[in-house]
């Protein structure tokens, strides 16, 4: 879904007295971690809505030759997680003008951070939110199945 699209909906949802969990990332190449962070963070409200750097702004974050995969396939395949209610396509390097228009009670963020150093922290605040820490701990990583995948099959892979 677009951001407007996504903003009317969490405008509904909040009408409807649901909680608004918002989880984002690049989910370029899933792996486990990301289902462990997505099932932890759907269980801190009634609708995990998943938003996702776009490919431009993937190749921003994590250099070139990234994304691994397109948007579209990275939506499709997070749209068919049990735990995922929603997923949404953002362009921005941060969450922040998505948090702004969505206004999630929780934003979801994996073990990685903090809540101290979530970078949107102060965005979720001031839209009456929390910030909470989500998933297993950090021990996967997509740039490290790269590098196995590189290792094992040289770099042509």
Not at 8 to 35: P, Q, S, T, W
Not at 73 to 93: G, M, N, T, Y
């Amino acid at each position: 879904m677009t951001v407007d699209e996504a903003a009317a909906l969490a405008d509904r949802l909040r009408a409807e007295g649901k909680r608004i969990v918002l989880a984002n990332g690049c989910f370029d190449l899933l792996h486990v971690g990301h289902v462990r962070y997505l099932e932890a963070a759907r269980e801190l409200g009634d609708v995990l809505i998943v938003a996702i750097n776009s490919d431009d702004a993937v190749t921003r974050l994590k250099g070139a030759g990234r994304p691994l995969m397109p948007a579209a396939e990275r939506e499709e395949i997070l749209q068919s997680l049990r735990a995922v209610d929603h997923v949404v396509v953002f362009d921005d390097d941060t969450a922040d003008r998505l948090i702004a228009r969505l206004r999630p009670h929780v934003q979801a963020k994996g073990t990685d951070y903090t809540e101290a150093t979530v970078p949107e922290r102060a965005t979720v605040a001031a839209g009456g939110g929390e910030v909470r820490i989500a998933g297993d701990p950090k021990r996967h990583s997509t740039r490290d199945l790269i590098g196995l995948i590189r290792a094992r099959f040289g770099p042509a892979a």
